[in-house]
């Protein structure tokens, strides 16, 4: 196998054929004699070598310690020095260009054998470890671009060393053109970006916390996890992302920086709201199997033009009913108007449905249309429909079965199509039977009766609707995110909620104001409800009496199976056991557990 290729450059002659002589009998390729740097690396790029003999002394502008600088940046090739001043001055120069070897003149034919060989050597070891270091570089290179996450890289003084492409989609911006900018003219406070001052660490924008998760990370080798919102601007519309940021410290080329993983959370955080409320419906918050059956019924009526009544005490969300019956129907580009009957004294309440004709009364200026006509072609609500006068049952009844009126004052005819629905918190049936309500409005109105059931009787909900009206009410008033602790959501649990999901709003506006932290505790909550909730615990549970009638039943109802029967009872088997054994004639028995 032939020896490597070198280079002799040496602008003395016979010094340069001897060399030539010396590395052809020991098998080694030789370009040259070369006898100036100029030509060494003219040579060089045509011939390739492996290495390359250079005298430091060389003729003209370029001597040899500039040419091997040059071969050694440019080509990679290593070199050895050849000279006759072995000076302090000389070898210094030589050092600086990281030379291979150096050999002071006049040296003999093995003294220069082995230098070769030891450069190759070295060159061939160090060659293998820059292509493994190259092989891992690249390899890191890859992980560091394909990482589904932003991923930047900066020094104490906060200029950004490296930034992955992903960083660059996630910010709007070219990741190539942040490098070597400094990180507060990117994602900074406004006053850092516009160069008027230095950031103060208080009046700064989202984005310092770049700034100072670096710089925890600097002092403590990590920081912790810190999440921002940061809006992003693309093709005219401006979406709100949210992100996680952290850092922490490592050495890259010697140097430690800190290196910010950025994560897009805007995903998961959308799936886990979607998640916690995954069968909410039209804008309705709930998971409960009875409002399950009631999204079932507006989907099921939507569709259709017959009127609707909504049942349900009050504050339980009515009118969001109606407006889901509305939204998904054939209306839904229509207009929904409201209207509270039990608000207005019949006077008011005939012009606000109907409208009036100027004149038609004191303070009549000008026409005024009704709900009835500026609902016409979508929907009517008719909230408290219960608490309608019997005059005014009679003229809603007439509208009901031809769809036209005339305005207060007026003669003509307005005849509009309009889908009504109705709500009421009373027992209209129980009216109806009473005399304090039509029957034939009553049918008319409730053509497919809807229920919605109490806050109590889906209690299930209640977290859901505590995290959904915290959310509206921290972006109502600007605030940051707000979270109820576990011992806080207890007395939430247990109330009665008599003012349903109304009261439970009016609850939670009350703690937003006593809390000042991003958390609601029980001392935020009003006394009253702390109180009831601990009252609630020191009460002992009581277990009806037993009796041959109620036991009779309970073994009906299971089968006869006596386990299923005591938990129907709510008492222990071995007290269902002793009452069967003793017999009914032994009196009533109490579940010993009692107290």
């Not at 800190?258 to 998640?275: G, S």
């Not at 004294?345 to 006509?373: C, I, N, Q, W, Y």
């Amino acid at each position: 196998m032939a020896k490597a290729k070198v280079m002799v450059v040496e602008d003395e002659l016979i010094l340069a054929k001897g060399i030539e002589f010396l590395l052809r009998r020991n098998g080694y390729e030789v370009c040259g004699p070369v006898t100036t740097g100029e030509e060494a690396l003219i040579v060089a790029k045509e011939r390739r070598p492996d290495v390359a003999l250079l005298d430091i002394a060389l003729a003209g502008p370029m001597d040899g310690v500039a040419a091997a600088d040059h071969l050694r940046r440019e080509m990679n090739i290593p070199a050895i020095f050849l000279t006759a001043y072995g000076d302090r001055g000389t070898v210094e120069r030589a050092c600086a260009a990281e030379p291979y070897s150096y050999l002071l003149k006049p040296f003999d034919d093995t003294e220069l054998l082995i230098a070769v060989e030891v450069v190759l050597a070295k060159d061939k070891v160090q060659r293998e470890m820059n292509q493994r270091l190259e092989h891992k570089r690249a390899l890191l290179q890859a992980i560091f671009e394909s990482m589904p996450c932003g991923l930047m890289a900066v020094d104490k003084e906060g200029t950004i060393r490296a930034a992955n492409a992903f960083l660059g989609r996630l910010m709007g911006i070219k990741a190539e053109e942040v490098l070597g900018r400094p990180m507060s003219a990117i994602f900074g406070c406004a006053a850092a970006r516009q160069g008027t001052k230095a950031c103060d660490g208080e009046t700064c924008t989202n984005w310092c916390v770049f700034r100072r998760c670096a710089e925890e990370a600097f002092l403590h080798k990590s920081s912790g996890r810190v999440e921002v919102e940061h809006d992003v601007t693309a093709g005219g519309r401006t979406s709100t992302l949210r992100l996680s940021v952290t850092a922490a410290t490592g050495q890259l080329e010697g140097e430690t920086l800190a290196f910010l993983l950025v994560e897009d959370r805007t995903e998961i955080d959308t799936l886990r709201r979607v998640l916690r409320t995954e069968v909410s419906f039209a804008g309705i918050v709930a998971k409960d199997g009875k409002m399950r059956d009631l999204f079932e019924t507006i989907q099921e009526v939507a569709d259709g033009t017959v009127p609707v009544l909504i049942q349900g005490e009050s504050g339980t969300g009515k009118e969001l009913v109606a407006m889901a019956i509305h939204s998904q129907g054939p209306r839904a580009d229509k207009r929904f108007v409201a209207v509270n009957c039990g608000a207005l004294p019949d006077g008011l309440l005939e012009s606000e449905l109907f409208g009036h004709e100027r004149g038609a009364f004191t303070g009549a200026v000008r026409d005024k249309k009704g709900r009835f006509e500026l609902a016409d072609g979508g929907t009517l609500f008719l909230d408290e429909v219960g608490e309608l006068s019997p005059a005014m049952q009679v003229k809603l009844l007439r509208v009901l079965q031809t769809g036209a009126f005339e305005r207060v004052g007026g003669e003509k005819t307005v005849q509009v199509d309009v889908r009504l629905i109705s709500a009421t918190n009373r027992n209209v049936e129980k009216d109806v039977a009473e005399g304090r309500f039509r029957s034939d409005l009553f049918y008319r109105l409730c053509v497919v009766p809807v229920t919605v059931p109490p806050l109590r009787e889906r209690r299930g909900d209640i977290p859901l609707l505590v995290d959904h009206i915290l959310e509206r009410i921290a972006k109502t008033h600007g605030r940051a995110a707000l979270r109820i602790s576990p011992e806080a959501m207890l007395p939430l649990l247990d109330h009665a909620w008599p003012g349903n999901v109304r009261e439970l709003e009016n609850v939670l506006q009350y703690a937003f104001i006593k809390s000042k932290g991003a958390t609601i505790q029980p001392q935020h909550l009003p006394a009253s409800l702390v109180q009831e909730a601990a009252a609630e615990l020191l009460r002992a549970p009581r277990r009806p009496v037993l009796t041959a009638i109620r036991v009779a039943e309970a073994l009906r109802t299971t089968a006869g199976n006596r386990v299923q029967a005591a938990r129907h009872l709510g008492i222990s088997r071995a007290t269902l056991y002793r009452f069967l054994s003793e017999g009914a004639e032994a009196g009533p028995v109490r579940d010993p557990s009692d107290p």
